[in-house]
């Protein structure tokens, strides 16, 4: 998987979060992102995930099984413990008794049988975390992003969480994350990029690992730092625009969009197996809606299949407008 001069603002003339990234993300590696809070952190994962689209530059090679845990996530959903993840399954293509016997699993890993039939309105932040971490791991994806997933959970289930970042590596899973423990998985990681000032660049690379592309800065000269805490809003990051330098010319204006996401929720039957553009299918950051994010040459095709499949689609949005 490749980010190549990639890019997200908010509007066509918002402000820059980053800009230029270029990563690599081979399969089988564990790539952590630190750096300090409201420099994009949250951002750049979201783009690596597929629920937000780049203003510019694009991504390529992201697994169809892709699996997104938010630093937030809500516990008022309209479903139990258990028909959350299966729901989630049969986005991700599964067969409804595979789900429902992946769900019972990774539940009882993580602690949380016990509230299986319990509605999700209903558990504890912690167990409703257990939830979250369960639904990322229920179709064995092959790109698996964490957003300070550990946060909330109990020693338990975040050894199980451990293990199970390992398990996926070792499986040909690329695992990018993030965490305020300095401690988490302290050595293991074959890249750590760090993000600041707009910019994300290889820091340090564990012994023996090897490093997960060069490094590079991700911003153009000129652009600043955003500054409220990505924490504090499960939406894009809201951060307002750098002091710009007066004399300095406005940035050009993106490039017109190849993507388009669309967001959708409460299909009365499960997605099928195969979509029209193959696209990515990420649960999103709210826990109810399913965002997917497709080439544009597809987009038409692609809602004519949901809409058959009587989903209800909230919005679509194409180089950060929404239509």
């Known amino acids: 998987m490749r980010l190549e001069g990639v890019g997200r603002r908010h ?5 820059w979060v980053l800009r230029d990234v270029g990563l690599d993300l081979p399969a089988a590696t564990l790539v952590r992102v630190v750096g300090a809070n409201g420099t994009g952190k949250s951002t750049l994962l979201r783009l690596v995930a597929g ?20 630093e937030r996530f809500p516990v008022a959903l309209p479903f139990t413990a258990v028909d959350y993840l299966v729901h989630l399954g049969r986005v991700q293509g599964l067969g409804r008794a595979a789900a429902r016997a992946r769900a019972g699993e990774w539940l009882e890993r993580l602690g949380a049988a016990e509230h299986a039939r319990t509605d999700m309105a209903r558990l504890s932040k912690g167990s409703s975390q257990k939830v979250a971490v369960a639904q990322a791991f229920v179709a064995d994806p092959a790109l698996l992003v964490l957003d300070e997933a550990w946060t ?25 994350f993030v965490d305020h423990d300095p401690r988490r998985l302290a050595d ?13 660049r290889e820091r340090t690379a564990a012994p023996g690992r090897g490093t997960v592309g060069p490094g590079r800065e991700a911003v153009a000269p000129g652009y600043g730092t955003a500054t409220p805490a990505d924490r504090d809003s499960p939406d894009p990051d809201p951060d307002p625009d750098p002091d710009p330098d007066p004399h300095s010319p406005d940035p050009d204006p993106p490039a017109p969009a190849s993507l388009v996401t669309i967001v959708v929720s409460g299909g009365r039957r499960p997605l099928p197996a195969w979509l029209p553009g193959d696209p990515v299918v990420a649960p999103g950051p709210d826990g109810i809606t399913t965002v997917l994010t497709v080439g544009a040459a597809h987009s038409d095709a692609l809602l004519g299949a949901l809409l058959a499949a009587s989903w209800h689609v909230h919005h679509l949005t194409t180089e950060g407008v929404r239509v």
């Open 11 to 15: 509007g066509l003339r918002g402000p």
């Open 51 to 70: 629920v937000d689209a780049p203003s510019e530059g694009r991504v390529t090679g992201r697994p169809a099984r892709t699996a997104y845990v938010p």
């Open 152 to 176: 909330g959970l109990d020693t338990r289930a975040r050894a199980e969480l451990d293990a199970a970042v390992r398990e996926r590596r070792a499986a040909g899973a690329t695992v990018v």
């Open 188 to 200: 293991e990681a074959d890249a750590v990029y760090e993000v600041g000032a707009g910019r994300a």
